[in-house]
């Protein structure tokens, strides 16, 4: 029986977006710098590998209520610029794992308001603010 060279090839994963521009972006990078599977990750974070494969392919999005685990496993806050308050309103509400009906209800305003505030729209009174500002004081949730 003659002997023969046999080659195997594999395919090489993407590496990871050198731009990060989505939520899928920063858990891929942070990912294959831990050195973790997808499956690894999915335990971690309590949800299917299929979620991991969507998220990093960008085919989905997490659940806010996500976002406090995948903070602390990103070990920063994903968003890249928190320039107005609305980002910063937004970022703490991530931080905190809560859609903008919930954070409302814990600011005592209405959802539209929220709404408002994190699109720019309007800029909350000082009055409002300085209740949002002590809030997130009162929890202490940093960015």
């Not at 942070?30 to 991991?52: N, S, Y």
Request: aromatic share 10%; proline share 6%; glycine share 4%.
């Amino acid at each position: 029986m003659p002997f023969y060279r046999q080659t195997k090839t594999a395919i090489k994963p993407k590496p990871y977006p050198k731009e990060l521009l989505t939520i899928g972006d920063h858990i891929k990078k942070k990912r294959i710098e831990c050195k973790i599977f997808q499956t690894q990750l999915a335990d971690m974070l309590g949800v299917d590998e299929i979620t991991i494969v969507n998220w990093e392919k960008n085919y989905s999005t997490p659940k806010v209520s996500m976002f406090p685990k995948i903070i602390e496993f990103l070990e920063y806050e994903p968003q890249n610029k928190i320039i107005t308050l609305g980002d910063k309103i937004k970022a703490y509400r991530r931080k905190l794992g809560l859609s903008q009906e919930k954070f409302a209800k814990k600011l005592g305003i209405d959802a539209s308001t929220l709404r408002k505030w994190e699109w720019g729209n309007v800029q909350p009174s000082s009055v409002l603010k300085e209740r949002f500002l002590k809030f997130c004081k009162m929890l202490k949730v940093d960015l």
